[in-house]
């Protein structure tokens, strides 16, 4: 039996609120902030939004945080993504195609720091990011069903 909460609520109501609510979250961050090279820094209906990361030392500056695609933040998506929608994992595919292209394109063997926000997603910053790289292998391992990264060392 659950406990009793303020206002009439038990714990499994509350629990499934919370669960509602970080679906939809994930939902929500999928649409506005997942992009092919990893996660925008901020979504696109934001006023301090920046398509992209260019032009003079205050400019880049400007939009350093402010929608600049980070490819490493996608480790932690990937990993809420996981918990919710274990049976889901395929729909990150793309994000892995991206990736292992750029490998093979940019700095070959690496992954640049930071995407423009938007298409083209023109790779920017430093040309080898060894997090970003890290994740990225991360993920590939994740989509494949390896159990490699599940058990300890």
Request: hydrophobic share 35%.
């Amino acid at each position: 039996m659950s406990q009793p909460l303020e206002g009439g609520r038990n714990r499994l109501d509350a629990f499934r609120a919370t669960l509602r609510w970080a679906s939809a979250t994930r939902r929500s961050s999928k649409r506005q902030l997942l992009t092919p090279y990893g996660l925008r820094s901020l979504a696109p209906s934001h006023p301090d939004y920046h398509t992209q990361y260019f032009g003079d030392l205050h400019t880049r500056d400007l939009a350093y945080h402010q929608g600049t695609v980070w490819p490493w933040l996608t480790g932690a998506f990937i990993d809420a993504w996981r918990r919710v929608y274990p049976d889901r994992m395929e729909e990150l595919r793309p994000v892995v195609t991206s990736l292992g292209k750029h490998l093979m394109s940019a700095c070959i063997g690496s992954i640049s720091e930071i995407f423009d926000a938007e298409l083209p997603y023109t790779p920017r910053g430093c040309c080898a990011q060894a997090w970003s790289v890290a994740e990225a292998l991360r993920l590939v391992t994740i989509i494949s069903g390896s159990t490699l990264l599940d058990k300890p060392a």
